[in-house]
C-alpha cells in the first residue's frame, strides 16, 4: 500500500473511532402497541333466542322450536342488532347456543326493551312420547329409553295427565332451571309439582302412612260384637 493510500485509511478509521459510528444507522422499529377489546376481556354478548325456519332463515313463532317441528332451529341474534318480526328474515347470527339467550317479543326490535321476562326460572317436567307428546310415566325418561324426551312446562301452566298429549310446553330449558316433577294425573302447575327428594334421585309422591287398627270384642248377653278404630 503507497503511503498516500496508508494515510487515507488511517483518517477514514479516525473518523469513525471519533464519531461512533460503525455502520449504517439502525432503522427505528416502535413497540407494538396493544388495544383490548370486548373479545380480548372475554365480554359475553347477549342474544336474543328466536325461532327460524332453516331452509331461509324467516322467523317463526317459538312454540315451533319448542316442539321441535321439523325444519325449524333455534336462531341467536345479538340485542344489539336488529331482531326481526315474526315472518321477516333474520340477519346475521349464529346457530350455536348463547350460555343464557333471551325470548324476545314477536313484533322484533332492537335491545332491551323486546326481551320477554322470565321471572319464573322453575320448570316442570314431564315424560312425553317424541313424537306424539303423549305423556308416559316418568320411567321412560329416566331410564333413556329410545323415543321418549323430557317435556317442559312453567309453573303456571297446565300439566297433562299420563295418557294426553302435551301442549305449550317445550322441549328446550335453560340450564339455569330447577325442575320439579309433577302428580301423574295433571293439573295446574303449581298444584301438582312435587318436590324433589333430599337424595337428587327425582320428585316422588309423598306417602301416606296407615295407623294400625286397634279392635275391641264386646259381648253382650250371646251376641259378640268386634270395634275397630
Not at 503511503?3 to 477514514?12: C, D, I, N, Q, V
Not at 328446550?172 to 293439573?187: I, K, Q
Amino acid at each position: 500500500m503507497s503511503p498516500t493510500a496508508l494515510r487515507t485509511s488511517s483518517l477514514g478509521l479516525a473518523l469513525l473511532l471519533v464519531t461512533g459510528c460503525a455502520g449504517p444507522p439502525e432503522e427505528f422499529v416502535p413497540e407494538a402497541v396493544w388495544e383490548e377489546t370486548d373479545e380480548d376481556e372475554g365480554t359475553e354478548v347477549d342474544r336474543a333466542e328466536i325461532c327460524v325456519r332453516k331452509a331461509t332463515l324467516v322467523r317463526a313463532a317459538d312454540q315451533l322450536c319448542d316442539d321441535n317441528n321439523p325444519g325449524h332451529v333455534w336462531y341467536y341474534v345479538p340485542l344489539t342488532a336488529k331482531i326481526p318480526a315474526v315472518g321477516k328474515k333474520a340477519g346475521s347470527g349464529t346457530f350455536d347456543a348463547s350460555d343464557l339467550p333471551y325470548r324476545v317479543s314477536e313484533k322484533g326490535g332492537t335491545g332491551e326493551d323486546i326481551v320477554i321476562a322470565d321471572d319464573e326460572m322453575d320448570r316442570i317436567e314431564i315424560c312425553v312420547r317424541k313424537q306424539t307428546r303423549i305423556r308416559v310415566r316418568d320411567g321412560r325418561c329416566d331410564d333413556g329409553d329410545t323415543g321418549y324426551e323430557w317435556y317442559y312446562f312453567p309453573p303456571d301452566r297446565q300439566v297433562p295427565a299420563v295418557g294426553k298429549k302435551a301442549v305449550n310446553g317445550s322441549f328446550h330449558r335453560s340450564d339455569y332451571s330447577e325442575t320439579f316433577r309433577a302428580r301423574p294425573y295433571g293439573g295446574k302447575g303449581r298444584k301438582v309439582m312435587l318436590e324433589p327428594p333430599d337424595d337428587g334421585t327425582g320428585a316422588t309422591p309423598p306417602r301416606t302412612t296407615t295407623r294400625p287398627q286397634q279392635c275391641t270384642t264386646i259381648t253382650t248377653g250371646r251376641v259378640t260384637t268386634r270395634r275397630c278404630s
